[in-house]
């Protein structure tokens, strides 16, 4: 019996001794997850060695590890201001920053874990109306991308001390008074009538332009026409004028040729033959031959 109670006791005393192994085991390991730093806290007093993501041992009991989220994270914050020329101006502001890890001791040992209300938050609103009144109201909505990035740089000023990184900054709205909007909407809609009007006068000039240019082309067609077909009559008419003029041309020359062979081919015998051949039989009352002698008519 005794030595059963021996053995039960030693089997408890291993198990509380186990246990506390295993309690000083575990108490010794911490684990710092990816993108976090580990802020090593002994007895209060912030150390100046962090750990970074994985597994660490540390002092069980005395040290504590705290987790600093180094990690990009997201934040939009409206923002009240007023312009160069004294509208107001509410916005809508995204930001996504992060710490840089070797600044983890000293926000967590100085500023502590909300520093986004504490430094972050301050410092967006105070560069947010720094820029916003350095533009009138309708450069804010002209410029959007330039003053997006005066207010960034603005806010990296004011932040880069305390090891926060500025990665993107947006204005995703823009809010103004009413009568503000109004204004805006009115010159928006008489410029869009003047570029109406424009257009449609352009339109109206093209056209007539067009039409005249149509009307002088189709002139000049008809003129070109007219010239070719006045061109034509003038060269069908010199054409039957020189055909007729060769016409009567080759009839003379033709006539003057005949004449001129039978002139040639009426010999004085033949003459005086075709004379006998044609005589009736009578003679006439005078007649001359080439001895100059005149003859008479006798019969009377």
């Excluded at 967006?124 to 959007?144: D, F, G, H, N, W």
């Excluded at 007219?226 to 016409?247: F, N, Q, S, V, W």
């Amino acid at each position: 019996m005794d030595n059963q109670a021996k053995f039960i006791k030693r089997i408890i005393i291993a198990s509380v001794v186990g246990l506390i192994v295993l309690f000083l085991s575990l108490s010794s390991m911490t684990k710092v997850d990816s993108g976090y730093t580990g802020v090593r806290v002994f007895m209060g007093a912030v150390k100046e060695e962090t750990f970074d993501a994985g597994f660490h041992l540390k002092v069980p009991f005395f040290e504590k590890v705290e987790k600093v989220n180094n990690k990009v994270q997201k934040v939009e914050v409206s923002a009240a201001s007023t312009s160069k020329d004294l509208q107001s101006v509410n916005s809508t502001l995204a930001i996504n920053y992060h710490l840089a890890p070797e600044s983890s001791v000293s926000m967590y040992k100085n500023i502590g874990m909300s520093y986004e209300d504490t430094i972050l938050q301050p410092a967006i609103q105070e560069a947010t109306k720094s820029v916003m009144a350095q533009y009138r109201a309708e450069e804010l909505i002209q410029r959007r991308g330039e003053v997006s990035i005066s207010i960034m740089d603005e806010i990296s000023k004011k932040v880069s001390d305390y090891g926060i990184v500025i990665d993107e900054f947006n204005i995703t709205n823009f809010g103004f008074s009413q009568a503000f909007d109004d204004a805006i909407e009115q010159k928006l809609v008489a410029e869009q009538n003047k570029i109406k009007a424009a257009t449609e006068n352009e339109q109206r000039v093209a056209a007539a332009e067009a039409d005249a240019a149509e009307a002088k082309a189709r002139a000049e067609g008809e003129a070109e026409s007219a010239k070719i077909k006045a061109d034509g009559e003038a060269e069908a008419l010199r054409i039957k004028a020189e055909g007729e003029a060769a016409a009567i041309k080759a009839k003379g020359e033709a006539e003057a040729d005949a004449n001129k062979k039978i002139q040639e081919s009426l010999s004085q015998d033949v003459l005086t033959y075709k004379q006998i051949e044609a005589w009736n039989g009578e003679y006439p009352d005078v007649m001359s031959g080439d001895t100059g002698n005149i003859l008479i008519d006798t019969r009377k």
